[in-house]
């Protein structure tokens, strides 16, 4: 596909994966790609009054979907985990044309939406709740789990398609409709998914109600609407802290359970047994991996003085050497920035850290010959952790301190508003074990001898403190989309009270 063609060509893929005509207008909302910066189409807004009639056909799908036997709910994932495989080329390829991810990473994130699919289908038969032990002769206690209702995404650009499946999968099985306000950055994906989901709709049959998956097309305001709307009792929000501090506390006036994915300040740790030729590789690929652009980038590696000199001037090599370019391109690992207000974040960001003593290698802006804005990934060595080293940067600037004891790396990590994900490298069980335990790592992701990016569906994906507390995708997670009665069940003669309490009338 020649960079000149791309908005032809992609509104050719847009046809394949079968996207309305009607989704396009002559005025409104601009899809762009950051591979050129060009505009690939322009697409009709959703207006609030139809924001709130989506919710409301949302509403009645809900009513309907929660009869539904939750395994019967696990067959329409299945068949939307098989569109998903049937167009995964096609939709990644969109991924990467429309966020500016390379090929392998586009394919990813489309086999991330499979995946949590496949495991959304076994949790359908597997929403269990317990029996539990009561005081009281004659008496069962039990806990029973119900669909909760309409469930609001709002997703980032920069998984643009991914985040809504680890919700909208678990949501689906849990018996509740969806509407989903995708980023206004990457609308072009989410109608995709959107005609890929109706498609499953239409396998599964009438059992699928009109309203059960919805989509919203626009920016902040749309977004606010399905913060406000009393009719959405659980809202899943993905992007800035800046935004999750708005929508949480929007969400918390009105008692509405919040998921909150929110930004993170990621880092790892290299310790003096660690295996320098797997942290380099581990380090290269979170560091640099979609162009500095994942929630889980890693941000700040914190090195142990007596193996820095043998480390950050390969990694300044490697730093050195990454091709960059236009994401299609086969061998390329870093694609461009999403946008020009990126570029100038991250020059803010390497301004500051220059001022404060850092010394930056890369950072520079790369002519690719295709317009849009990429960037050389910048190491800066710094002398300690302050400025812009203390907030997300959402561009490639991987900051570089040193330490002496693991305590000392360990409260580095710890100092820090956000904590979504670590890690650490090294073969030293007791140091492995410390940064994992109690003591160790404060963040909703810790690993060892991996980068902090990168997660597997299977485990529960969140982060504590500035990072929001939410938790989407496996392990447990699905427990946020339905609601909890505790059951108590007398089959004796006689009315005994809890506690010993006497009460005769
Ligand atoms: P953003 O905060 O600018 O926008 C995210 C979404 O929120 C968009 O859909 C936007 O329209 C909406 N939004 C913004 N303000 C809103 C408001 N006041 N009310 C309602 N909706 C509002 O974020 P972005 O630039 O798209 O994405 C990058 C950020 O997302 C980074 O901080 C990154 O770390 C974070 N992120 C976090 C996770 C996670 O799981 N923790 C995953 C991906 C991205």
Redesign the pocket.
């Known amino acids: 596909m020649a960079a000149t063609a791309l908005p032809q060509d992609t509104l050719a893929l847009l046809k394949r994966l079968r996207v309305s005509d009607g989704a396009f207008a002559s005025k409104g909302l601009d899809a762009h790609s950051p591979i050129t910066g060009e505009t690939i189409v322009t697409l009709r807004e959703t207006s609030v009054a139809e924001t709130e009639a989506a919710i409301g056909r949302a509403q009645s799908a809900f009513l309907a979907w929660r009869k539904v036997p939750a395994p019967r709910r696990g067959e329409f994932v299945r068949l939307l985990g098989e569109e998903l495989r049937t167009h995964k080329a096609d939709l990644g390829l969109l991924v990467t044309i429309e966020a500016g991810k390379v090929t392998s990473e586009g394919l990813g994130e489309v086999q991330e939406m499979i995946d949590i699919c496949d495991f959304a289908v076994g949790l359908s038969r597997q929403l269990y709740g317990l029996t539990i032990a009561t005081e009281r002769a004659n008496h069962r206690m039990m806990e029973t789990w119900h669909p909760l209702g309409v469930c609001g995404v ?6 643009p398609v991914a ?1 809504w499946s680890w919700n909208a999968a678990l949501a689906f099985v849990c018996g509740d409709s969806v509407v989903w ?5 990457t609308p072009l994906t989410a109608l995709a998914v959107q005609a890929i989901t109706e498609r499953a709709m239409k396998r599964f049959g009438p059992e699928a109600p009109v309203g059960l998956s919805e989509i919203l097309i ?7 609407a ?2 406000q709307d009393h009719r959405v009792p659980i809202l899943s ?8 501090k ?2 949480g506390q ?1 969400l918390a006036a009105r008692f509405a359970r919040a998921i ?5 300040n990621n880092a790892a740790i290299v310790a003096p047994s660690a295996d320098l030729d797997l942290a380099l590789r581990g380090i290269a690929f979170a560091a640099m991996g979609t162009a500095g ?5 890693l941000r700040r590696l914190i090195v142990h003085e007596s193996v820095y000199d043998a480390l950050i001037p390969r990694l300044i090599k490697v730093y050195g050497s990454v091709k960059i370019g236009d994401p299609r391109q086969a061998g390329v690992l870093v694609g461009p920035l ?1 946008d020009e207000a990126a570029y100038h974040g991250m020059q803010k960001a390497l301004g500051e850290a220059r001022a404060a003593g850092g010394t930056v290698h890369g950072g520079e802006k790369v002519d690719v010959g295709a317009g849009g804005f990429y960037v050389r990934p910048a190491l800066v060595e710094m002398p300690e952790q302050v400025g812009p080293v203390e907030r ?1 940067t ?1 561009a490639p600037i991987l900051y570089v301190m040193k330490y002496r004891a693991l305590d000392q790396a360990i409260a580095i990590q710890n100092a820090v508003g ?1 904590g ?1 994900s670590s890690s650490i490298f090294t073969l030293d069980m007791r140091e492995a074990e410390s940064f994992i335990s109690a003591e160790g790592s404060d963040c909703g992701i810790a690993n060892v001898n991996i980068g902090p990016s990168g997660a597997e569906i299977g485990g529960a ?3 504590e403190k500035e ?2 507390g ?1 938790r ?1 995708a496996g392990s447990d997670a699905w427990k946020a989309y339905m609601r909890r009665a505790t059951n108590t069940l007398n089959y004796g003669t006689t009315l005994p009270l809890a506690q010993g309490v006497s009460f005769d009338v």
């Open positions: 709002i997703s980032a650009f920069n998984f985040v306000k995708p980023s206004e950055k626009g920016g902040r305001e749309i977004g606010d399905l913060v929000a993905t992007g800035s802290t800046r935004m999750g708005e929508v929007k909150l994915e929110l930004g993170g652009q994942r929630c889980t980038t999403v997300e959402f956000a979504l994906f969140g982060g990072t929001g939410g989407e």
